[in-house]
């Protein structure tokens, strides 16, 4: 199967299905992949029962549906954004927490945000650029090759430029870009996808993430916000407006403090506990908005594999 041949065909003629169709089937396929129990699933579960140790296996299993659902929406709204006019998009997304953000773009600076697997952050993106300032981020590099150069045209033609995580003077780039503001840098980093992340208590857990918002923003000399995107139904005129019964929400969290340190790998560590805690609130009350089908706490990793990861970081 040529999976870039398939993305490239959905992000290229998604847009051209009436909404109403492609809700049907995605909801069909989020519920066929939920029915089949696979270890995407399964993983999800166990993510949601570490956060959500409130709710039994029954409850956990009932939110993993809606779960799926939303990590399918996400697929479905991203296939079509390039299809939306600005109207649309203006309606489709609903801000909260402005104020923590807004007056340090209106001054010309640029601001860090750390985010979540969670909500569809590329519609979040797309409203960002013509709402509030540039989007500049990163993305794993993906295979096969052509994968990823349409995956980047893709975010480019929404308005988002984007930069290759793992690319000779990546980090450079994005400060530059940064001090270059005003710009928003968001940073999806719930997941470590390198070995130098940092190992923090996400509700009660041991866990990994990246340690890119608060190395960014301590870089940069620029706040840094936690942000939590979640959908919401629409209704009304704003959701003709819209063109779809679905919007997000995205919360703009007040931004976590610098913390004083003796040195700067230590500043980092507590940075980003700092916007790990804020998130972790954002993902209990918004569970089934956080599409992580893989492996985020520690006591889920090959304990061979993580102490040779941190082992390479320096940590042991």
């Not at 296996?57 to 006019?85: C, H, I, K």
């Not at 980047?152 to 990546?170: C, E, N, Y």
């Amino acid at each position: 199967m040529d999976v870039a041949a398939l993305y490239t065909f959905a992000w290229r003629h998604a847009h051209r299905v009436p909404e109403p169709v492609l809700r049907a089937a995605a909801t069909l396929a989020a519920d066929l992949t939920w029915l089949r129990h696979g270890a995407g699933v399964r993983r999800l579960e166990a993510n949601y029962a570490r956060i959500r140790p409130d709710l039994d296996a029954r409850a956990v299993r009932r939110l993993s549906r809606e779960g799926m659902r939303r990590y399918l929406r996400y697929f479905r709204e991203a296939f079509t954004l390039q299809g939306a006019d600005a109207d649309q998009l203006a309606a489709r997304v609903r801000a909260e927490g402005e104020e923590n953000v807004r007056p340090v773009l209106d001054d010309g600076g640029s601001v860090v945000l750390a985010l979540t697997h969670a909500g569809n952050w590329d519609l979040a993106g797309a409203w960002a650029t013509p709402h509030l300032a540039p989007v500049l981020t990163v993305a794993e590099r993906l295979e096969p090759a052509a994968l990823f150069t349409e995956f980047v045209a893709f975010r480019r033609s929404i308005g988002i430029d984007v930069l290759a995580l793992g690319d000779d003077g990546v980090f450079r780039d994005l400060v530059r870009g940064a001090e270059d503001g005003p710009r928003l840098v968001p940073l999806l980093a719930d997941r470590d996808l390198t070995a130098r992340g940092v190992e923090v208590d996400l509700r009660g857990h041991r866990a990994r993430v990246a340690a890119g918002p608060a190395a960014l923003a301590l870089a940069a000399d620029a706040p840094l916000v936690p942000v939590g995107i979640f959908h919401e139904r629409l209704h009304g005129e704003r959701r003709r407006r819209a063109g779809s019964a679905w919007g997000i929400v995205i919360r703009f969290l007040p931004p976590v403090p610098v913390p004083d340190a003796a040195d700067h790998r230590t500043q980092i560590a507590r940075l980003t506990q700092g916007w790990v805690d804020a998130v972790g609130e954002f993902l209990v009350e918004r569970t089934a908005d956080w599409h992580m089908l893989q492996k985020v706490f520690v006591d889920d990793l090959d304990p061979e594999r993580y102490a040779r990861t941190r082992a390479r970081a320096g940590e042991i």
